[in-house]
């Protein structure tokens, strides 16, 4: 991936997205393996390719993105979508929380300008009034050139208790509506979460920051120096494979995992604040998309295919199902493929302990949706049972799967759609639409797109053994042989 020229002392400011979180809060249509920011939530675009367009443009330099090593194709297929070329896609080898990320990032881009702007943004998050957000970067790239480590306080419209707070303190002299920050609060209860609205000079903590990477750096030293020094390894031994930057793995392991308000924001004396009215939402629980969600007259907010007759105050969606509800309220209803969640609007906070109960049991549908995503495509698992199992799988033009083969199945692949170029043993066939070939247990095979539209076919898996890890990759695009 081309990597634009340093350019020192530029007064562009620079995106660093962290799409690290895994959204269990919205599952079922968030996975762990297909995580929110990666979902069309509330437009047609994702929540990640939302929020790096809200920083393209002439005042931004490309986006440094820092996300979990298993997301990486899907996030660079989404950014090439949107025209986006990133700085770097740098990959964590584990989830270590904001703050090493963020160091990373920092260090990244030190090394071309020390006094680079960092702008940290979440992936997941949404904001409805894209130029009052660039009216506050602007505001804020004043403060943090002047050695501020700066962050955006959302003004709350309720006593919530799924965000954290910030309390502002004094005005900053010579920047207009910016204030010291005097401390941070973690999710309050509801009664001190609405002592805090009705005092006033509280505001939601958004999680989006402003430093310039070398202030960023020195409080970091101050106040996390194992973290800084494990960051420092891990990017001295990081190596570019494909697309990606791969940190170094035990140096990154050994970063302490901690969040930016806990490592730096809480200690340091140069915190400041900008309060904002942007229509700022982290997108953290279904309730959450009722919220910000487009209402109908019974105060309904539907997507998919729905049928409502006597529902109120609820949020119902239908992924590749009809979906109906009849004399309900204030309820969640989610169908995707594979899963129905039926919640109650005031406790979409406890999703996350159905996610967890569903891993603890073994059950592998809070890491994956019925179709999962591949780097040349994805597949549906359509039917199994005693000693078969049936997919869908999808091909991108122009992709190929890993010249593989199998020790326990056979598979049988009909041609649905497209052009399907088929390695098997030293044959090489060219199957269309209606077409099929046979792929005996144990004999190297590899499929391929070689046309323009996407390749749609069957394959039926028959043998002792039918499990995603029986595959001996012997040469593979993706870097997974």
Same mark, same amino acid.
């Given at each position: 991936?081309? #990597?634009?020229?340093?350019?020192?002392?530029? =007064?562009?400011? +620079?995106?660093?997205?962290?799409?690290?979180?895994?959204? $269990?809060? %919205?599952?079922?249509?968030?996975?762990?393996?297909?995580?929110?920011?990666?979902?069309?939530?509330?437009?047609?675009?994702?929540?990640?390719?939302?929020? *790096?367009?809200?920083?393209?443009?002439?005042?931004?330099?490309?986006?440094?993105?820092?996300?979990?090593?298993?997301?990486?194709?899907?996030?660079?297929?989404?950014?090439?979508?949107?025209?986006?070329?990133?700085?770097?896609?740098?990959?964590?080898?584990?989830?270590?929380?904001?703050? =090493?990320?963020?160091?990373?990032?920092?260090?990244?881009?030190?090394?071309?300008?020390?006094?680079?702007? @960092?702008?940290?943004? =979440?992936?997941?998050? %949404?904001?409805?009034?894209?130029?009052?957000?660039?009216?506050?970067? #602007?505001?804020?790239?004043?403060?943090?050139?002047?050695? @501020?480590?700066? $962050?955006?306080?959302?003004?709350?419209?309720?006593?919530?208790?799924?965000?954290?707070?910030?309390?502002?303190?004094?005005?900053?002299?010579?920047?207009?509506?910016?204030?010291?920050?005097?401390?941070?609060?973690?999710?309050?209860?509801?009664?001190?979460?609405?002592? &805090?609205?009705?005092?006033?000079?509280?505001?939601?903590?958004?999680?989006?920051?402003?430093?310039?990477?070398?202030? &960023? %750096?020195?409080?970091?030293?101050?106040?996390?120096?194992? @973290?800084?020094?494990?960051?420092?390894?891990?990017?001295?031994?990081?190596?570019?494979?494909?697309?990606?930057?791969?940190?170094?793995?035990?140096?990154f392991a050994a970063a302490p995992a901690r969040s930016i308000d806990h490592?730096?924001?809480?200690?340091?004396?140069?915190?400041?604040?900008?309060?904002?009215?942007? /229509?700022?939402?982290?997108?953290?629980?279904?309730?959450?998309?009722?919220?910000?969600?487009? #209402?109908?007259?019974?105060?309904?907010?539907?997507?998919?295919?729905?049928?409502?007759?006597?529902?109120?105050?609820?949020?119902?969606?239908?992924?590749?199902?009809?979906?109906?509800?009849?004399?309900?309220?204030?309820?969640?209803?989610?169908?995707?493929?594979? *899963?129905?969640?039926?919640?109650?609007?005031?406790?979409?906070?406890?999703?996350?302990?159905? *996610?967890?109960?569903?891993?603890?049991?073994?059950?592998?549908?809070? @890491?994956?949706?019925?179709?999962?995503?591949?780097?040349?495509?994805?597949?549906?698992?359509?039917?199994?049972?005693?000693?078969?199992?049936?997919?869908?799988?999808?091909?991108? =033009?122009?992709?190929?799967?890993?010249?593989?083969?199998?020790?326990?199945?056979?598979?049988?692949?009909?041609?649905?759609?497209?052009?399907?170029?088929?390695?098997?043993?030293?044959? $090489?066939?060219?199957? *269309?639409?209606?077409?099929?070939?046979?792929?005996?247990?144990?004999?190297? +095979?590899?499929?391929?797109?070689?046309?323009?539209?996407?390749?749609?076919?069957?394959?039926?898996?028959? /043998?002792?053994?039918?499990?995603?890890?029986?595959?001996?990759?012997?040469?593979?695009?993706? /870097?997974?042989?």
């Amino acid at each position: 991936m081309a #990597k634009p020229p340093a350019s020192p002392g530029t =007064p562009r400011i +620079h995106p660093v997205v962290l799409s690290g979180g895994s959204g $269990t809060r %919205l599952w079922p249509m968030s996975r762990e393996s297909f995580p929110k920011q990666l979902l069309p939530l509330a437009s047609a675009d994702s929540l990640l390719q939302e929020t *790096v367009r809200r920083v393209q443009g002439a005042d931004f330099a490309p986006p440094l993105i820092v996300c979990n090593n298993d997301h990486r194709f899907v996030i660079a297929e989404q950014l090439q979508r949107i025209a986006a070329t990133p700085r770097e896609i740098v990959l964590e080898p584990a989830a270590r929380n904001t703050a =090493p990320a963020a160091i990373v990032a920092a260090l990244i881009l030190a090394e071309s300008d020390p006094d680079a702007l @960092m702008l940290v943004l =979440p992936s997941d998050h %949404l904001i409805r009034d894209v130029p009052g957000f660039h009216l506050a970067l #602007k505001q804020a790239a004043s403060v943090a050139r002047s050695g @501020m480590l700066v $962050t955006f306080g959302a003004k709350p419209s309720k006593a919530e208790t799924g965000y954290g707070y910030i309390r502002r303190g004094a005005a900053l002299d010579g920047a207009k509506g910016c204030y010291r920050v005097d401390r941070f609060v973690e999710k309050p209860d509801t009664a001190r979460a609405a002592a &805090f609205l009705a005092e006033g000079g509280w505001y939601w903590n958004s999680g989006m920051f402003m430093f310039s990477a070398r202030r &960023f %750096l020195e409080e970091a030293g101050q106040f996390e120096p194992a @973290m800084l020094a494990a960051c420092r390894r891990a990017v001295a031994k990081g190596q570019h494979d494909l697309d990606f930057l791969r940190l170094g793995v035990e140096d990154f392991a050994a970063a302490p995992a901690r969040s930016i308000d806990h490592a730096v924001m809480e200690h340091t004396d140069s915190a400041a604040v900008i309060p904002v009215d942007i /229509g700022w939402s982290d997108v953290g629980s279904w309730s959450s998309l009722w919220d910000i969600g487009d #209402k109908d007259e019974a105060e309904n907010v539907v997507a998919g295919d729905v049928a409502l007759h006597a529902v109120r105050r609820s949020y119902v969606r239908g992924e590749g199902r009809l979906v109906c509800a009849l004399g309900v309220e204030d309820l969640i209803v989610v169908a995707t493929g594979d *899963v129905v969640l039926v919640a109650a609007m005031d406790r979409a906070q406890e999703v996350r302990g159905i *996610v967890e109960r569903l891993k603890a049991s073994g059950r592998s549908e809070p @890491m994956n949706h019925a179709w999962v995503h591949r780097p040349w495509g994805s597949f549906q698992t359509i039917d199994s049972g005693d000693r078969f199992q049936v997919k869908r799988l999808s091909v991108k =033009p122009g992709a190929r799967l890993s010249l593989q083969r199998h020790a326990h199945r056979a598979e049988h692949w009909v041609v649905v759609n497209g052009t399907a170029r088929v390695t098997r043993g030293e044959e $090489t066939l060219t199957l *269309v639409e209606n077409e099929s070939t046979f792929i005996p247990l144990g004999v190297v +095979h590899r499929l391929e797109n070689p046309g323009p539209g996407p390749l749609n076919l069957i394959e039926v898996q028959s /043998g002792g053994y039918l499990g995603e890890d029986d595959i001996v990759r012997l040469d593979d695009n993706y /870097g997974r042989s």
